[in-house]
């Protein structure tokens, strides 16, 4: 009766397929987002072990004019603390500030309304958490050297370390 020009739509299949669409989309942006998160919380790990095996001689040091295991402990948790609250806070508030661009500016058609996301925050922060302990394995292996033998052995090995640049030179 309405003739060929006449097309009729279903809004219950255009939403599904929207919603499809949406749903694919978020499931290879938050992989994405995932991969890139266990990258920089293996980074971050790395790093704050590697920052805590590089004062081997200063904490060495430290140990042999008094300082205690106590003390000790404060120190690098004070140090991997402020690291990861400062990068924490950073990410979440840049994070933060990206999502809400992208949902209002970007997404504005797709007629989404933005919402502070607080349990990514609060999961960060988690994280954040169980990085700043990745600091107390290092840290035992130092505090089972005696002192000595933490100092003892970075000299040691920095002795070894010019006699071989010597006869590299040499050479």
């Not at 749903?23 to 987002?33: E, K, Q, S």
């Not at 991969?35 to 430290?62: C, D, E, F, P």
């Not at 005696?146 to 640049?165: A, C, K, M, P, W």
């Amino acid at each position: 009766m309405a003739g060929n020009d006449v097309t009729f739509f279903d809004s219950r299949q255009m939403i599904a397929q929207t919603t499809q669409a949406f749903l694919t989309v978020a499931v290879f942006v938050y992989g994405f987002v995932l991969v890139i998160a266990l990258i920089s919380i293996l980074n971050i790990i790395n790093t704050m072990q590697t920052s805590v095996s590089a004062k081997t001689r200063y904490i060495g040091v430290m140990r042999a004019v008094g300082m205690s295991d106590k003390q000790l402990h404060k120190m690098i948790l004070s140090e991997a603390g402020t690291y990861g609250v400062t990068g924490g806070f950073a990410g979440v508030l840049l994070g933060v500030a990206l999502q809400r661009f992208l949902i209002t500016k970007l997404l504005a058609g797709a007629h989404m309304t933005w919402q502070i996301p607080t349990m990514q925050a609060i999961l960060i922060f988690i994280l954040i958490l169980f990085v700043l302990l990745s600091v107390i394995g290092p840290l035992k292996k130092i505090q089972s050297k005696g002192i000595s033998e933490t100092i003892g052995s970075l000299q040691q090995h920095v002795i070894q370390d010019f006699y071989n640049r010597k006869i590299i030179f040499l050479c």
